[in-house]
């Protein structure tokens, strides 16, 4: 079978594949749903997409109906947005006593290891803390290992686990932390 990623195809691509944006899925289950029609082999009056679409801070609704218009294309004059949540990513800043902590603690667990910013896929609680005003980071440390490029599949897949050489680095991570913020 070929496909609209054949260039020999002639599928002709779908308008997310025309839009340039890619799929955000986790590995394992999607997050996404779809439905349309009563009846198998029978072309439906209505189709019926959830979506759960997780932005970067700073991405507002205006920036995402924008991405959704291109994706959809054409048939963005048929589309009603039936519900939409207000749920914005938020972050925390890094000049920080808190990041200075988890940095010194860091440094004296893993000598010339680094700290830096990241993002991963998921959500925490921490952006009910940071909208609070409460400075807010997912920080944890993690025996060498593990590589980073297998981090992120960690967690909620069908392999979600740490290992207990980790859980014991992170048990000093959190005390050094606890005691270089408390003094």
């Not at 082999?41 to 109906?65: K, W």
């Not at 025996?143 to 981090?151: A, D, K, Q, V």
């Amino acid at each position: 079978m070929r496909t609209s990623e054949d260039p020999a195809s002639p599928v002709r691509a779908s308008p997310r594949e025309r839009s340039g944006y890619p799929r955000a899925s986790l590995k394992g289950e999607p997050t996404d749903s779809e439905h349309g029609g009563l009846k198998t082999n029978v072309v439906p009056d209505a189709a019926e997409i959830q979506i759960d679409i997780r932005t970067l801070p700073g991405v507002g609704p205006a920036a995402v109906h924008r991405m959704l218009r291109d994706a959809v294309g054409d048939l963005w004059g048929d589309v009603e947005i039936a519900e939409e949540g207000e749920n914005l990513a938020t972050s925390s800043p890094i000049d920080t006593p808190l990041w200075r902590a988890l940095t010194t603690a860091t440094e004296r667990l893993v000598p010339g290891g680094t700290t830096l910013p990241f993002l991963v896929v998921g959500a925490t609680d921490a952006r009910f803390f940071r909208r609070r005003g409460v400075t807010s980071y997912g920080y944890g440390l993690f025996r060498e290992r593990i590589p980073f490029n297998e981090f992120a599949s960690m967690f909620h897949g069908r392999n979600e686990r740490i290992d207990q050489t980790s859980l014991g680095l992170m048990v000093e991570l959190w005390e050094a932390t606890a005691r270089e913020v408390l003094g």
